[in-house]
């Protein structure tokens, strides 16, 4: 099937109001997928790398704060680049970057050579996210929250699966074995120059103004968009603080707390993602329907009785607190995203790569921190004040309440 058929006949006289291609949501999902399963494979093998090297917590948190820096700070600025300038086949170099870092990650005898591999895989994730998002927004037919979270569904996905092919591939072989993930960044490249395809096509017929699209600015003061958009990365924050911990020690706190082995605490680690796969899904359809603010008050304020409740739970209650945790907790982010693209009509590559970018910066400076503190503390100590983040809700208060406009 050529994927970027569904657009590129429609080359009618009259102009016509794009509709949602669902074959290049799932398509870019799926590309997201491979693009996230092969990210994680980075904290995913921490456990290993740990015993290899000899690794503090700290120089764990600062392999995470090398990859989250160089996948946050190039966003912004590679959005608010092809917002003007679109690069279909950027999608493919990203992927390029990320096989390189994989590839120098399984060869990798040095701590320096471990944040140059991680650099790498850093630096693909900046370029990828930006455009892939804003394939999906394209591609929704104006069903946003819909195709966010298809979007972001692969991305969680991939991040679930690849802890636990780490746990089968990689754990009992040893770290030469990651280069193994290759095989899924050759196959990305293949699906995203079809994609890129489709998206040229696309950019192509709006040129021609053969396909209209709906972008209306919302009534609401610079100022107070300022403000909203402010609020918005505060939420960002607290989510991907917290989602640090989990995604960096959790199978360190279970090992050190229950006794557990890499592989059963790589598996609770899976479920927890796979939870957060599940959130992501129902958050963006949900926003559409009944408005992206409620969404952000459940998912975000909501969180927080589970993630208080955690440090104090045995083995069976941690695992289902941590599925609760990351279906409640994961919602959030497509509607939070969403919100800030209806805030800035016209931008969504500056939104989208701030948006992540930020998110991949918290999540690293999370890292870093929660890793230092456990060093000076110990790991049960950094789940008993990272419980408190997802307080940090309260502030969706502040936000405005925009209509919605859902698509029929």
């Known amino acids: 099937m050529n994927i970027s ?5 429609q080359t009618i006289s009259a102009p016509i109001v794009q509709k949602t291609v669902y074959s290049i949501l799932f398509s870019i999902a799926f590309a997201h997928l491979l693009n996230d399963l092969m990210q994680s494979v980075i904290p995913a093998s921490y456990p290993i790398l740990k015993e290899n090297f000899n690794l503090s917590f700290t120089q764990i948190g600062l392999i995470t704060f090398v990859f989250q820096l160089t996948a946050s700070i190039l966003q912004p600025f590679i959005g608010f680049y092809t917002d003007k300038y679109p690069k279909p086949y950027s999608l493919v ?3 390029l970057f990320t096989i390189t870092g994989l590839g120098f990650l399984s060869i990798s005898t040095s701590f320096w050579m471990l944040l140059v ?3 790498f895989v850093g630096i693909g994730s900046s370029i990828f996210h930006p455009e892939a998002s804003r394939v999906a927004y394209l591609g929704s037919g104006g069903k946003r929250g819909l195709a966010q979270s298809i979007f ?6 991939g991040s679930a699966i690849g802890p636990l092919l780490v746990a089968l591939v990689v754990a009992p072989f040893g770290q030469s074995n990651i280069v193994w993930f290759v095989i899924a960044g050759i196959l990305g490249i293949i699906i995203l120059s079809q994609i890129a395809l489709w998206y040229q096509n696309h950019l192509n017929l709006r040129a021609a103004k053969k396909i209209v699209t709906e972008e209306v600015a919302v009534p609401l003061s610079k100022r107070k968009i300022n403000i909203a958009l402010a609020v918005l990365l505060l939420l960002i924050f607290s989510k991907f603080f917290y989602m640090a911990s989990m995604s960096s020690y959790f199978t360190f706190y279970l090992m050190h707390k229950f006794g557990l082995t890499i592989q059963e605490s790589q598996f609770h680690l899976f479920l927890f993602l796979a ?3 599940a959130g992501t899904l129902i958050g963006g359809p949900l926003g559409d329907r009944f408005g992206r603010k409620y969404i952000i008050w459940i998912s975000i304020l909501g969180a927080a009785p589970f993630t208080l409740l955690l440090p104090y739970a045995d083995l069976f209650w941690t695992g289902v607190l941590s599925v609760i945790i990351g279906i409640v ?3 959030a982010f497509s509607a939070i995203l969403v919100f800030a693209q209806e805030l800035m009509p016209g931008k969504v590559g500056m939104i989208s790569g701030l948006f992540f970018g930020f998110a991949f910066g918290m999540g690293g400076l999370g890292s870093a921190i929660l890793g230092y503190v456990a060093d000076q503390t110990s790991i049960e100590y950094v789940y008993k004040i990272s419980s408190f983040l997802p307080l940090i809700g309260i502030f969706t208060y502040f936000l405005p309440n925009i209509k919605r406009n859902n698509p029929s």
């Open 275 to 277: 939870s957060v796969a």
């Open 152 to 157: 972001q569904l692969g991305g969680n996905s």
């Open 5 to 9: 058929s569904a657009t590129a006949t």
């Open 117 to 119: 591999s991680v650099a």
């Open 93 to 95: 170099i990203a992927m």
């Open 329 to 331: 907790i994961a919602s």
